[in-house]
């Protein structure tokens, strides 16, 4: 069984070497030490966010800090082929859904999207609000799941500055139940994949609108099913992020 994570100071992470001792404090070291009430001679994983990783023993456990020894250091580096998730934003809990098991399977950043069809309306402060919630999910989601990189929240952006953003992309696809291509034919099809930013847009409750599906499509999206199947909007993103890391050869 794998260690459970922490995050830990990145200049702290980054400069630690086997042998030497590290500190947890503040709310890391609450975590560990009165949640999850790990004890001295535990041996637990301390991150950085970044990809470095220190395989640690607990020597000293209280609620203000926790006192480890680094055993073992090592980097995970950034994958070939970065996932990006496009979520719209949708009602109820369904687009965090999405953020969270989205990070559980390793896409590498999200974008929430003020879509022409959604209900919920990120404005002003509530922009600012909905992406601290977004950021604190995917921290959350990425020490349940041991990663070692933590996963970019983007500035939430509507359709136009979405189609803008894409111009960056060398391969965004648009999850549409219309589509006559599966995922896995565009990925058969597409050359140079591998060095590639894959965006995966999924669209709100109600759908993409057709303005928005020609607005991307010009800007090189390209429209792709999952299945028969119609998936939530809660589904259908992280669905199609682990057929991308099946298909990337990430798994």
């Given amino acids: 069984m794998t260690n459970q994570a922490f995050f830990g100071d990145p200049a702290a992470v980054q400069g630690a070497v086997a042998g030497s001792s590290l500190t947890l404090r503040g709310p890391e070291a609450h975590h560990a030490a009165t949640v999850k009430r790990i004890a001295t001679g535990e041996s637990i994983d301390v991150v950085d966010g970044s990809g470095h990783r220190l395989s640690c023993t607990v020597v000293d456990s209280a609620a203000d800090a926790v006192v480890l020894r680094v055993d073992a250091v090592s980097f995970d580096p950034p994958p070939e082929t970065r996932l990006v998730l496009v979520q719209a934003l949708a009602k109820g809990d369904r687009g965090e859904l999405a953020v969270e098991a989205a ?135 992280p669905a199609a992020i682990a057929v991308l890391n099946q298909l990337s050869g990430r798994w």
């Avoid at 509530?126 to 601290?132: F, M, S």
């Avoid at 953003?165 to 034919?185: K, R």
């Avoid at 099913?225 to 993103?237: E, F, H, I, P, W």
């Fill in 103 to 237: 990070t559980e399977l390793g896409v590498d950043a999200v974008l929430p999207w003020q879509a022409d069809r959604s209900i919920v309306r990120w404005r002003a402060e509530k922009a600012a609000k909905g992406r601290l919630k977004w950021e604190s999910l995917v921290r959350a989601a990425s020490k349940q799941s041991r990663r070692t990189r933590l996963p970019e929240v983007l500035d939430v952006l509507d359709s136009r500055g979405v189609a803008r953003w894409l111009a960056g992309v060398q391969c965004p696809v648009l999850l549409h139940e219309d589509a006559e291509l599966s995922l896995a034919q565009y990925w058969a099809r597409t050359p140079a994949m591998g060095a590639a930013t894959v965006a995966v847009i999924v669209g709100p409750e109600g759908g993409i609108s057709p303005q928005e599906v020609e607005l991307f499509v010009n800007q090189g999206a390209v429209a792709v099913q999952l299945g028969s199947n119609v998936l939530r909007a809660s589904t259908a993103g």
